[in-house]
T-cell receptor, first 115, second 108 residues
Framework: DAGITQSPRHKVTETGTPVTLRCHQT?????MYWYRQDPGHGLRLIHY???????DKGEVSDGYSVSRSKTEDFLLTLESATSSQTSVYFC??????????????FGAGTRLSVL | DAKTTQPPSMDCAEGRAANLPCNHS???????VYWYRQIHSQGPQYIIH???NNETNEMASLIITEDRKSSTLILPHATLRDTAVYYC?????????FGTGTRLTIIP
């Protein structure tokens, strides 16, 4: 998985609790992304980062926050988890931002269940 | 980003070429066509991409029509390990917008 580690791989939590998912990369790629995947929706972008402390929202960012204090780590936080956030979460990285070479490499995913 | 249309599912016999179509009739001049696949329970995997010329790499070939309104991903000799969901994506900025893709099943 191109030097990408997501942790935890599986998590069960209760509604209203905070949850943080971690994405760690060893490739020194500048760009990092968080997606969620739900049946019938494909992958949807939550947030992305284009450098340390530089982040922006994706199409489904409500209820999520992110932080990137180091190049290698991108954290996704659910401040108060809800059942609608039960999903599989994927982290991705890319070296280039350009249209000609925006090749994203994905982690193995984190399966989150909010009860 | 412009949208793509893919058949929801396809079958292909093992050893044969798998041809996966994608329609993108509203593609813009600067949008690239990217293909990814996702094997069950794994993260998506990059396959190939192109702008207007046909492209080939060790995994597949990408054929883009002259008017760029459609493309075809070709897996030349499909194996059982090619069973996956294949996504055709138009990239006009830094974001990739995944649709629901084509579920390709390779039949032994």
């Amino acid at each position: 998985d191109a030097g990408i580690t997501q942790s935890p791989r599986h998590k069960v939590t209760e509604t209203g609790t905070p949850v943080t998912l971690r994405c760690h990369q060893t490739e020194n790629h500048r760009y990092m992304y968080w997606y969620r995947q739900d049946p019938g929706h494909g992958l949807r972008l939550i947030h992305y980062s284009y450098g340390v402390k530089d982040t922006d929202k994706g199409e489904v960012s409500d209820g999520y926050s992110v932080s990137r204090s180091k190049t290698e780590d991108f954290l996704l936080t659910l401040e108060s988890a809800t059942s609608s956030q039960t999903s599989v979460y994927f982290c991705a990285i890319s070296e280039s931002y350009t249209l000609a070479k925006n090749i994203q490499y994905f982690g193995a995913g984190t399966r989150l269940s909010v009860l | 980003d412009a949208k793509t249309t893919q058949p929801p599912s396809m079958d292909c016999a093992e050893g044969r070429a798998a041809n996966l179509p994608c329609n993108h009739s509203t593609i813009s001049g600067n949008e690239y066509v990217y293909w990814y696949r996702q094997i069950h329970s794994q993260g998506p995997q990059y396959i190939i991409h192109g702008l207007k010329n046909n492209e080939t790499n060790e995994m597949a070939s990408l054929i883009i029509t002259e008017d760029r309104k459609s493309s075809t991903l070709i897996l030349p000799h499909a194996t059982l390990r090619d069973t996956a969901v294949y996504y055709c994506i138009l990239a006009g900025n830094e974001k990739l917008t995944f649709g629901t893709g084509t579920r390709l099943t390779i039949i032994p």
